[in-house]
């Protein structure tokens, strides 16, 4: 599986940035964090099945399930 930086090079840095309209900065910072803002999520799956490449969740900030059904009952 690729990471978050192997993909921004597939897809291009400047085409993540300009789908998901931010600029450079942003998507580098994605790539130094390691994980795209969970919200770039459909907008980037679009871009990787256009090249034919699975969109992986884990390249996404998403947050995950808790184990405990309901913390407050």
Same mark, same amino acid.
């Given at each position: ?20 309209? #931010?600029?450079?900065? /942003? ?8 994980? &795209? ?5 459909? +907008?980037? $799956? #679009?871009?990787?099945? /256009? ?8 390249? &996404? ?5 808790? +184990?405990? $059904?309901?913390?407050?009952?």
């Amino acid at each position: 599986m690729m990471n978050v930086s192997q993909i921004a090079d597939v897809i291009g840095r400047k085409e993540i940035a300009d789908t998901v309209s #931010v600029g450079p900065t /942003a998507v580098s910072n994605a790539i130094a964090r390691g994980a &795209f803002p969970a919200s770039w999520y459909l +907008s980037i $799956k #679009v871009l990787c099945e /256009a090249r034919g490449v699975n969109c992986e969740t884990a390249w &996404f900030a998403m947050v995950r399930p808790s +184990s405990q $059904k309901d913390a407050a009952a």
